[in-house]
C-alpha cells in the first residue's frame, strides 16, 4: 500500500467554524508533511512531524494546528481562519524526515468564507 | 539560494504529439530530481525521480533526462493524450543533511491537451 489518504476532499468553513484535516498512511513512515498549496503556486511547507513529534513549523500561524495522534494519522485543526487561507492543503509521508522520497495524498481542498 | 525555474511556463499540443519540458536547478549539494504530475485540485503524482548518477529514466510514455553538470532536467512526453493536460512540477531534494526534507519546487509547466 502506497496511498496517502486525506478527508474530506473538500472543506468549506466559516471564519469563527473549528475543523480537522486529517491524513492517514499505512506504510510504516515515520515523517509525515503538511503542505499550502495555493492556486498555480507550488506547495509551501507547514510542518513536519517526525517520530509522532513536531520537527518542523515553518513559522505558520497559530490558527493551524497539528497533531499526530500515532504513526499512522496526523491531522490539521484550524480555527478562526481566513478567506487568504483558502487552498490544497496537500499531506506527505516519507520513510524518515530525510528521506528520498515523499508521497503525496490527494489534497483537501478548503474555501474560508 | 535553492531555485528550480521550470519552462515553458504553460504549453498547448494537440492530441498524439510529443513534447519537452525543461527544469533548471540551483540546489546543490544535489540529492535528485522528480518529476511529478499534478492535476487541478489534486495533491501530486510521481512520474520518475532521478539521482545525481543517472541521465536518463523512463516511465511509460514519460521521458527524463537529468544533466548534473549543467543542472538540468527535461521530461518528454511520446504521444500525448488529453489525460495527460495537468501541471508538471519539477521538485529538486538536496542532499541528506539538516535541511534534505526541504524540497525545492519549481512553479510548474501547465500542459494543455487537445484534440
Known amino acids: 500500500d502506497t496511498e496517502v489518504t486525506q478527508t474530506p476532499k473538500h472543506l468549506v468553513m466559516g471564519m469563527t467554524n473549528k475543523k480537522s484535516l486529517k491524513c492517514e498512511q499505512h506504510m510504516g513512515h515515520r515523517a509525515m508533511y503538511w503542505y499550502k498549496q495555493k492556486a498555480k503556486k507550488p506547495p509551501e511547507l507547514m510542518f513536519v512531524?517526525?517520530?509522532?513529534?513536531?520537527?518542523i513549523n515553518e513559522s505558520v500561524p497559530s490558527r493551524f494546528s497539528p497533531e499526530c495522534p500515532n504513526s499512522s494519522l496526523l491531522n490539521l485543526h484550524l480555527h478562526a481562519l481566513q478567506p487568504e487561507d483558502s487552498a490544497l492543503y496537500l499531506c506527505a509521508s516519507s520513510s524518515g524526515q530525510g528521506a528520498k522520497t515523499q508521497y503525496f495524498g490527494p489534497g483537501t481542498r478548503l474555501l474560508v468564507l | 539560494k535553492n531555485q528550480v525555474e521550470q519552462s515553458p511556463q504553460s504549453l498547448i499540443i494537440l492530441e498524439g504529439k510529443n513534447c519537452t519540458l525543461q527544469?533548471?536547478?540551483?540546489?546543490?549539494?544535489?540529492?535528485?530530481l522528480r518529476w511529478y504530475k499534478q492535476d487541478t485540485g489534486r495533491g501530486p503524482v510521481s512520474l520518475t525521480i532521478?539521482?545525481?548518477?543517472?541521465n536518463t529514466k523512463s516511465n511509460g510514455r514519460y521521458t527524463a533526462t537529468l544533466d548534473a553538470d549543467t543542472k538540468q532536467s527535461s521530461l518528454h512526453i511520446t504521444a500525448s493524450q488529453l489525460s495527460d493536460s495537468a501541471s508538471y512540477i519539477c521538485?529538486?531534494?538536496?542532499?541528506?543533511?539538516?535541511?534534505?526534507?526541504?524540497?525545492?519546487f519549481g512553479k510548474g509547466t501547465k500542459l494543455s491537451v487537445i484534440p
Open positions: 527544469c533548471n536547478y540551483t540546489v546543490s549539494p544535489f540529492s535528485n
Open positions: 521538485v529538486v531534494r538536496p542532499n541528506s543533511g539538516a535541511g534534505s526534507y526541504q524540497l525545492t
Open positions: 532521478m539521482t545525481f548518477s543517472e
Open positions: 512531524y517526525s517520530y509522532e513529534k513536531l520537527s
